[in-house]
């Protein structure tokens, strides 16, 4: 059966266009079209499936609900290959109602995706516990990077990272960063980091990817977001682990050589 053109989510919210179809008890695909793209499969009544570019099952189900513009359409009587959302949508719509509220908090904080944190400067001398998702905030918030950078980085949904910084915010780790990112800040080449392992690899075997994601940790970079005004400096930083000298000026040579053709 043909598609059913709902409407646009610049008009109407998804829940909206879901509340009549859970009713009903229907079955089909929901379609959401537009800067981000997403699929809900229902089957009599029951959200089974969820997914979008990066997430499945309950995590791609609350970042869709999240969407404020986008085309959806209602397929009926499609069904899913497989199911991600193995409870009733009566639980599934509950635990997002309690994901709202708690944006909203964390909204107060987070008013904005393209917001930069940095870290505070501690006047207490007491031990503070870090857990895991915190630490790795922690790890990537250099002032520079966005949250939604931040999400990317660690390739998680938006609740998550926007939750782990709230928290360090409240344990007074992090605070908002007054200005903008700097406006000359342009990132390294999709060929820059496949290059630099590919080079250091002829010299240096197998460890060269280990080698540069340490390198890396210590400049408090990620690949995705290098500054290509440090390209250089990084280079230099690697060829330090290369001790026979005449591969040390080789690879150097062979780095100089791909920059100055970009």
Not at 7 to 36: A, M, R, W, Y
Not at 121 to 132: F, H, M, P, Y
Not at 178 to 188: A, F, H, I, L
Not at 224 to 230: D, K, N, R, T
Request: glycine share 6%; hydrophobic share 40%.
């Amino acid at each position: 059966m043909a598609e059913i053109f709902v409407n646009e989510l610049t008009q109407v919210k998804l829940f909206d266009i879901l509340k009549p179809l859970l009713v009903g008890k229907k079955s089909g695909l929901i379609s959401i079209k537009g800067k981000n793209s997403g699929e809900l499969f229902l089957e009599n009544g029951d959200i089974v499936h969820a997914k979008t570019n990066q997430f499945s099952g309950e995590d791609a189900f609350t970042t869709i609900m999240g969407w404020r513009e986008g085309r959806c359409t209602f397929e009926p009587d499609v069904f899913p290959k497989e199911r991600t959302i193995p409870f009733p949508s009566e639980q599934l719509l509950l635990n997002w109602s309690y994901r709202k509220q708690e944006w909203e908090k964390i909204k107060k904080v987070i008013p904005s995706l393209k917001t930069i944190f940095h870290l505070s400067v501690q006047n207490s001398s007491g031990d503070k516990n870090i857990k895991a998702d915190q630490w790795n905030v922690l790890a990537l918030t250099n002032g520079v990077r966005t949250v939604s950078e931040i999400a990317n980085a660690l390739e998680w949904d938006e609740f998550r990272t926007s939750k782990t910084i709230y928290q360090l915010v409240q344990a007074g780790l992090l605070e908002k960063g007054e200005g903008q990112r700097p406006s000359g800040r342009k990132n390294v080449g999709a060929e820059f980091f496949p290059t630099i392992e590919r080079e250091l690899k002829t010299v240096m075997g197998p460890v060269a990817p280990f080698i540069i994601e340490d390198t890396l940790v210590e400049l408090g970079e990620v690949k995705e977001f290098f500054p290509e005004e440090a390209a250089r400096t990084f280079i230099e930083s690697l060829s330090q682990e290369i001790h026979h000298e005449p591969k040390r000026k080789g690879f150097l040579k062979a780095m100089e050589a791909f920059l100055s053709h970009q």
